[in-house]
T-cell receptor, first 112, second 115 residues
Framework: RKEVEQDPGPFNVPEGATVAFNCTYS??????FFWYRQDCRKEPKLLMS???SGNEDGRFTAQLNRASQYISLLIRDSKLSDSATYLC?????????????FGDGTTLTVKP | GAGVSQTPSNKVTEKGKYVELRCDPI?????LYWYRQSLGQGPEFLIY????????DSGLPNDRFFAVRPEGSVSTLKIQRTERGDSAVYLC?????????????FGNGTRLTVT
């Protein structure tokens, strides 16, 4: 079993739709959580950190459920420019604060 | 300000050759990471440095792979006796500190092709 698992998709949605991605992680001691966005043949870029109380950044909402060890990302009012691969990232544990582990990503295509 | 810089952007080499990939992190970032990414997969952790020392090298696949960061800034990933299976995009990232909520900032990557 992979340390960080994501539904690979692809998710194909129309503009304006709401779409949600989930991610599960295996290490209960994991400390920090992030969502990254990666465009085709580009490097990953930080989309947002994920906080225990949940957090929102414009059309994007991230949630963390430590008890169930999953993280979610909700995108409202999807734009064509949201088309990308979304990577879930889990960082640190009791013995290693710095190591960040990536999921394989969920691919989103927003269509007109 | 300047981001993470990786050189070369592309490298084609023959099986069995030696290659070096260079990473120049964001100034002031103490932590530096190497990942590699194959098509359709997420970045796979190789090694990370805190300052000059390798804090975790558990992701290096075998002893053909080695990385250094002698002055705590620029890092070089070295691959000996390259194999076709080493072909991938090698990503370098840096963060202000290794722990906590400090995120990773990636360079553009080096696309390595072993023929």
């Amino acid at each position: 079993r992979k340390e960080v698992e994501q539904d690979p998709g692809p998710f194909n949605v129309p503009e304006g739709a709401t779409v949600a991605f989930n991610c599960t992680y295996s290490n209960s001691a994991s400390q920090s959580f992030f969502w990254y966005r990666q465009d085709c043949r580009k490097e990953p870029k930080l989309l947002m950190s994920v906080y225990s109380s949940g957090n929102e950044d414009g059309r994007f909402t991230a949630q963390l459920n430590r008890a169930s060890q999953y993280i979610s990302l909700l995108i409202r009012d999807s734009k064509l420019s949201d088309s990308a691969t979304y990577l879930c990232v889990v960082k640190g544990d009791n013995t290693n604060a710095g190591k960040s582990t990536f999921g394989d990503g969920t691919t989103l295509t927003v269509k007109p | 300000g300047a981001g993470v810089s990786q050189t070369p952007s592309n490298k084609v080499t023959e099986k069995g050759k030696y290659v070096e990939l260079r990473c120049d992190p964001i100034s002031g970032h103490t932590a530096l990471y190497w990942y590699r990414q194959s098509l359709g997969q997420g970045p796979e952790f190789l090694i990370y440095f805190q300052g000059t020392g390798a804090a975790d090298d558990s992701g290096l696949p075998n002893d053909r792979f080695f990385a250094v960061r002698p002055e705590g800034s620029v890092s070089t990933l070295k691959i000996q006796r390259t194999e076709r299976g080493d072909s991938a995009v090698y990503l370098c990232a840096s963060s202000l500190i290794p722990g906590g909520s400090s995120p990773l900032h990636f360079g553009n990557g080096t696309r390595l092709t072993v023929t």
